[in-house]
C-alpha cells in the first residue's frame, strides 16, 4: 500500500471526476427560465443573453498589465503626497493654507480616482482601450512638484 507522499509521484488517479481538468459527465442540466423572459418570449420578443451584461474577462498579460499600471497610480499618489508636502511652506506666501490643503488632498487622490474609474468604466470595452487610457493618465497626472522640488534635504 502506497503512502500519501507517494501519489504526488504517480500518475494513477487521473480519471478521478473530482480533478479539475477531468471531463464533466454528460448530464443535461436544466435551466429555469427567469420571470424577465417569460413575459418577453410571449409578446413575441427575443430576451436579452445573460452574458452580453457580464463583463469580459482579462487575459493574464491584460491582468499583469493592470495590476502594473495599479502599482504606477500608486507611485504617482506618492509623489504627489511628498511634492505637496515640499511645497507648503512656499504655497502659504501666495494662497489660503486651508485652500492648499484641500488642493494637496484632491491632487493626492486623482491617481487612485483615475485608475478607479478607468476600470469602473472599462470593464465591457475593449482591452486596448483601457491600455490607453491608463496611460493617458499616467502621463497627465505626473507629479509636477515633485519633479521639480524633489524629496530635498
Given at each position: 500500500m502506497a503512502s500519501r507522499d507517494d501519489d504526488a509521484l504517480s500518475w494513477d488517479g487521473d480519471d478521478d471526476p473530482t480533478l479539475v481538468g477531468a471531463a464533466a459527465p454528460a448530464v443535461p442540466v436544466r435551466v429555469p427560465q427567469d420571470a424577465a423572459a417569460a413575459p418577453a418570449a410571449?409578446?413575441?420578443?427575443t430576451p436579452a443573453d445573460?452574458?452580453?451584461?457580464?463583463p469580459a474577462t482579462l487575459s493574464n498579460a491584460a491582468l499583469v498589465g493592470v495590476g502594473v499600471f495599479g502599482g504606477i497610480y500608486l507611485l504617482l499618489a506618492i509623489g504627489w503626497f511628498i511634492g505637496g508636502s515640499r511645497l507648503q511652506?512656499?504655497?502659504?506666501?501666495f494662497v489660503d493654507p486651508a485652500a492648499h490643503t484641500a488642493a494637496w488632498i484632491l491632487a493626492t487622490l486623482a491617481p487612485v480616482a483615475w485608475y478607479a474609474t478607468i476600470l469602473l468604466l472599462t470593464r465591457a470595452r475593449p482591452s486596448w482601450l483601457r491600455f490607453a487610457l491608463l496611460v493617458v493618465g499616467a502621463v497627465v497626472l505626473v507629479p509636477w512638484p515633485f519633479l521639480m522640488v524633489g524629496v530635498g534635504a
Open positions: 410571449d409578446a413575441g420578443e445573460p452574458d452580453d451584461s457580464a511652506l512656499i504655497a502659504q506666501l
